[in-house]
């Protein structure tokens, strides 16, 4: 049974930093590739990025530059990390894997970026 568990979320001000980090049980990053999505107040899920079995990384173009995606494979542990962030950014922030076929979802953390 492979279990996600988003921590690291919180309220921010503008121009602000905040590192969120994806544990996982019941599976190894370091094998599958690790999606970050967001879902802000009455907006549709989105992706966020996605970083690679070989920790090759992809953004969406409204947060290139200011967010990104690693890995600590000897932790087992994923980061999102977001730098200038946005009062648009605020959201919950959720990590997702493809494992053999089926995709498991955390239960998010909520990120607020507010004055």
């Known amino acids: 049974q492979v279990q996600l568990v988003e921590s690291g979320g919180g309220l921010v001000q503008p121009g602000g930093s905040l590192r969120l980090s994806c544990a996982a049980s019941g599976m190894i990053f370091s094998t599958y590739a690790t999606e970050w999505h967001r879902q802000a107040p009455g907006k549709q899920r989105e992706l966020v990025g996605i970083?690679?079995?070989?920790?090759?990384?992809h953004y969406t173009n409204s947060v290139k530059g200011r967010f990104t995606i690693s890995k600590d494979n000897a932790k087992n542990l994923v980061y999102l990390q977001m730098n200038s962030l946005k009062p648009e950014d605020t959201a919950v922030y959720y990590c997702?894997?493809?494992?053999?076929?089926?995709?498991?979802w955390g239960k998010g953390t909520l990120v607020t970026v507010s004055s």
């Open positions: 997702k894997v493809l494992f053999r076929g089926t995709d498991y």
């Open positions: 970083i690679s079995s070989g920790g090759s990384t």
